[in-house]
């Protein structure tokens, strides 16, 4: 088991920034992922960080998003910049402990999930 607890999310306007972490209990040396739900919208791979470094991100978010990892303090981040309302939905972080890599990316299936940190973008 694992306990996976995100942060960091709230309200901003079209073109601001903002932060998430996730604190995770174990596995950070796993593939690790952050995935989005909009209102009435599939859960879509938005970014991955595997247990060697290897980084995948979604078409819609590269060049503004960035995945990092804190090993010391257990911890996911996800930094979104230049953010659009087409950012807005609840964001999940999640990890495979049954995986160092992170095949297919953002399309990867990642077994455990916290519960979620909303993400709301107005224009």
């Known amino acids: 088991q694992v306990e996976l607890v995100e942060s960091g999310g709230g309200s901003v306007q079209a073109g601001g920034s903002l932060k998430l972490s996730c604190v995770a209990s174990?596995?950070?040396?796993?593939?690790m992922g952050w995935f989005r739900q909009a209102p009435g919208k599939a859960r879509e791979g938005v970014a991955t960080l595997s247990g060697v470094g290897n980084t995948d991100y979604a078409d819609s978010v590269k060049g503004r998003f960035i995945i990092s990892k804190d090993m010391s303090k257990n911890t996911l981040f996800l930094q979104m910049n230049n953010l659009t309302p087409e950012d807005t939905a609840m964001y999940y972080c999640a990890v495979d402990p049954g995986a160092y890599t992170c095949a297919s990316g953002v399309r990867r299936k990642l077994p455990m999930w916290g519960q979620g940190t909303q993400v709301t973008v107005s224009a």
């Open positions: 174990r596995y950070t040396e796993y593939c």
